[in-house]
């Protein structure tokens, strides 16, 4: 008999690691361009070599907080907001952005209760309730609405019952947004049925159109911002992300489950964090110029080749769905770039929407070399 706890890898990942083919290009990458250690050192001063080598404090240091507060200010604050601004004592630091969704989900639900998601979506976001016995409530996201919802259709999965609501924006892995109009919207029915709201803004600072995407979130106090090194700053290997609440108490809680996980983030990897967010706008912009540019890729890419793939464009982040209309289906497309051009694209299956889509990452430098395969296949193989 099997007595251990059955726990299943995260779709996406059980699907990547399933591919026995040498893959050289991800063009599913949900992560902007990473930089080497040589190119981020460079951007401070700071002699890394005297970092010293303790455990870093349980929440992460003054100093991290801080720039985290300003960046999250810069990115995800309205105006509004702004004169009740942020503390670095309501910021909590974790091991990236997974480990701080993983400890809100910990410290907010109960087996039976009932939370609110979109799909197609991060696959965590739903599997993490289910294995904790609650009832998950689903807003479809279809391509017919460009991947947008409306209100409505939100407010009709709610009721006295909706322990929590999960906004994703900008959304992986469709592009869509949540607008400050929306967000407004959003917040007025979480206060309404008094239910958590987790805001993952992993994405946020890929705003490269500008778009008013500031919200007031935290002027709730069961509303929490959850942020990332790895998204928007393509920083995946500085494993440090965090959340943001003026709930104190609900950050204390957060902190006694990081405790019995990571208990504190890596001091080296605080250093890199501090000197990364100190740079981010340097950073950010050269992160958003690459997205933009690999938009016309793409945008010129399915023009060509209109007969085969059609899209909804981003409105922010550094992800889109693509359908693909091949007669073989995205699966076998899938399975045919990782094994004859060494290409991994993920169907979006894995993120919860049946279809021929794919997850389209736009953040890589090395995206048109991926178009080319996707053309070599069209040559090659000759879909209809
Ligand atoms: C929407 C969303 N939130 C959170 C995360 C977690 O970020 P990290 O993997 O850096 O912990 C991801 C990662 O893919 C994500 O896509």
């Known amino acids: 008999m099997n007595e251990l706890t059955t726990f299943d890898l995260p779709t996406h990942i059980a699907y990547s690691q399933s591919i026995t083919a040498n893959i050289t290009i991800n063009l599913s990458h949900s992560c902007a361009q990473a930089m080497s250690l040589a190119d981020l050192v460079q951007l401070s001063p700071v002699d890394f070599t005297n ?8 929440r992460g240091s003054e100093e991290l907080r801080l720039a985290i507060c300003r960046y999250y200010q810069q990115y995800s604050q309205s105006v509004l907001s702004k004169s009740n601004s942020l503390s670095p004592d309501d910021v909590v630091t974790f091991c990236g952005g997974q480990e701080a969704l993983a400890a809100i989900y910990q410290t907010v639900l109960k087996p039976g209760d009932e939370i609110v998601v979109f799909t197609p979506c991060y696959p965590s976001l739903i ?15 279809n391509q017919a609405n460009a991947w947008q919802f409306s209100i409505d259709e939100v407010e009709s999965l709610m009721s006295a019952k909706t322990k929590l609501l999960v906004l994703n924006s900008p959304h992986n892995p469709t592009g ?3 607008d400050t109009n929306l967000s407004k919207q959003l917040l007025a029915l979480a206060i ?7 805001a993952d803004e992993v994405a946020q600072a890929s705003n490269y159109y500008q778009l008013p995407l500031t919200n007031d979130y935290l002027s ?18 500085v494993r440090i992300g965090w959340v943001v609440s003026k709930n104190q108490a609900w950050l204390s809680q957060l902190i006694a489950v990081k405790a019995t996980g990571s208990i504190c983030i890596s001091a080296i990897d605080q250093a890199l964090a501090i000197c990364a967010l100190m740079h981010s706008n340097e950073i950010i912009d050269n992160n958003n110029r690459l997205i933009l540019k690999n938009i016309d890729l793409v945008k010129h890419f399915i023009n060509e080749y209109n007969h085969l793939f059609e899209w909804v464009e981003p409105k ?21 770039m990782a094994n004859n051009y ?27 070399t991926g178009l ?12 209809t």
Do not use: H, W
């Open 192 to 198: 309404k049925y008094q239910c958590y709201l987790i």
């Open 342 to 368: 060494g290409v991994l694209i993920l169907p979006s299956k894995l993120f919860g929407l049946s279809g021929n889509f794919f997850r389209l990452g736009l953040g890589q430098n090395n995206l048109s």
């Open 176 to 178: 869509g947004v949540i």
């Open 220 to 237: 709730y106090d069961k509303a929490i911002s959850v942020g990332v090194m790895s998204k928007s700053l393509g920083l995946a290997g």
């Open 372 to 383: 080319g395969a996707l053309k070599d296949y069209c040559t090659d193989f000759k879909p």
């Open 316 to 336: 922010a982040g550094m992800l889109a769905l693509v359908k693909y209309l091949g007669s073989e289906g995205v699966e076998v497309l899938s399975a045919n």
């Open 51 to 58: 970092i010293n080598l303790e455990y870093a404090s349980l």
């Open 127 to 141: 599997s993490m309730a289910e294995q904790m016995g609650c009832s998950v409530n689903i807003v479809e996201l």
